[in-house]
C-alpha cells in the first residue's frame, strides 16, 4: 500500500514539475510582450498597481493630482494607460501563480522523493528561493524605473530558474525510465558548451538590445517606427551578425552527433529541434530588422531563444546523465517503454 501511494506520490510530482517548467516558459513570453507593447512602467509601484490591489481601468479612478504624487515619488511623466497597466497587472498576476506552482512542486518533492532522492527536494527549494528573490528583484526593477544593468540581471536569474527546474523535472523522470548516457566524441562535447555560452551571451545582449529600443520608441514614438533600427547603434549589428556564428557553433556539434544518434532517439529529435528553433529565431530577428520591429516579434524572439536553450540543457543532462541524473536498477520494476520520452 505504502509503494503505491509513494507511486502516485511521484507520479502527480513529475505532472506538476513539467507543468512548472513549461508555465515559467509562458511568463517568458509574457514578459517579452510586456516589453514590447513598452508596458514595463504600466504599474509605477509594486506590489499593487497605482496603489490599488486591482488596478483601475479608466483615468478618473485615480486622483486628479496622481502624476504629482508619483514625481514626489521619483517617478517622472507617469502616465496612466489602461492598456499597459493591465498587461504589466497579467504579468504580475502570472508571476505569483508561477511562484505558487514552484512552492507546490517543492511541497510535493518533499512527500515523494525525501527518502528516495533528496537532490530532487533540494533543487526544488533551490527554485523556490530564487523565484522569492526574482519578485524581489522585480520590484527594484520597477523602482529603478527599468534600470537596464537590472533587466539584464533579472533576465539572467529567470535562466536559472528555468534550469533549475528542468533538472528537477529531468531527474523525476529518470527515476521512471532508465536514462543511458549518450556518448559523443570529444568533439561534441566542446561545440556544444561553446555554442551554449554563445547563445546565452546572444540572450543577454539582446536584453540589451531591447533596452535600446524602449528608449528609441521613447524618443521617436510610434508614428517613427521605421527610424528605430537606424537608431539602435552597434550593439544591434553586433547581436544580428552573432546569430549567424550562434547558428555555425550550433551544426558545429549536431552534424557530427546526429551521425552517431539513433534517428528514434530522443537526442537526435531535441538535435533537430534545436536547428529548426535557430533558424526560426534569426528569421524574426530578420523581420524585425527588415519590418520596422513589430510588437509579435519581440516575444517570439526571446521565447525561441529560451527555448533553444533549455533544449540544450537537456542535451547536456543526456551525455553527463551518469554523473548527473539517476541511474535504475536493471531489474527495476518502475522503468516505461523503451519509447517513453525523458521529458
Request: charged residues 15%; aromatic residues 12%.
Amino acid at each position: 500500500m505504502t509503494s503505491l501511494s509513494n507511486l502516485i506520490n511521484e507520479r502527480s510530482f513529475r505532472r506538476l514539475a513539467l507543468l512548472t517548467v513549461l508555465s515559467v516558459f509562458l511568463l517568458i513570453l509574457v514578459g517579452g510582450v510586456v516589453r514590447s507593447t513598452g508596458s514595463g512602467m504600466g504599474c509605477p509601484d509594486w506590489p499593487k498597481c497605482f496603489g490599488q490591489w486591482v488596478p483601475p481601468t479608466d483615468v478618473s479612478e485615480l486622483p486628479a493630482n496622481y502624476q504629482q504624487i508619483y514625481a514626489h515619488r521619483g517617478y517622472k511623466d507617469v502616465q496612466f494607460n489602461a492598456t499597459k497597466t493591465w498587461i504589466e497587472y497579467l504579468n504580475r498576476l502570472l508571476g505569483a501563480l508561477i511562484g505558487l506552482f514552484i512552492f507546490l512542486t517543492f511541497a510535493a518533492s518533499i512527500k515523494a522523493y525525501w527518502r528516495r532522492d533528496r537532490p530532487i527536494v533540494g533543487f526544488s527549494f533551490l527554485a523556490f528561493l530564487l523565484v522569492g528573490f526574482q519578485g524581489w528583484l522585480g520590484a527594484k526593477v520597477v523602482a529603478s524605473v527599468l534600470s537596464g544593468w537590472l533587466i539584464t540581471l533579472h533576465m539572467l536569474l529567470a535562466l536559472i530558474i528555468v534550469g533549475v527546474l528542468l533538472y528537477v523535472a529531468a531527474r523525476s523522470q529518470a527515476h521512471v525510465k532508465s536514462v543511458v548516457p549518450v556518448t559523443a566524441k570529444p568533439t561534441v562535447y566542446r561545440w556544444l558548451w561553446i555554442s551554449t555560452g554563445l547563445l546565452l551571451f546572444q540572450l543577454l545582449l539582446g536584453t540589451q538590445v531591447r533596452e535600446m529600443v524602449d528608449e528609441v520608441a521613447n524618443q521617436f514614438g510610434q508614428q517613427q517606427r521605421y527610424r528605430w533600427i537606424d537608431e539602435l547603434g552597434v550593439r544591434f549589428y553586433v547581436h544580428r551578425s552573432l546569430s549567424l556564428v550562434v547558428l555555425a557553433s550550433q551544426l558545429a556539434w549536431i552534424l557530427p552527433f546526429r551521425k552517431e544518434a539513433k534517428q528514434r532517439d530522443i537526442t537526435y529529435i531535441l538535435s533537430l529541434a534545436i536547428v529548426s528553433l535557430v533558424l526560426m529565431e534569426i528569421l524574426t530577428g530578420a523581420i524585425m530588422g527588415y519590418f520596422a520591429i513589430p510588437g509579435w516579434a519581440q516575444p517570439v524572439h526571446l521565447t525561441l531563444a529560451v527555448t533553444v536553450l533549455g533544449l540544450q540543457f537537456i542535451i547536456i543532462l543526456f551525455l553527463y546523465a551518469d554523473r548527473l541524473l539517476p541511474v535504475l536498477p536493471k531489474n527495476s520494476s518502475t522503468i516505461q517503454r523503451a519509447d517513453t520520452p525523458m521529458l
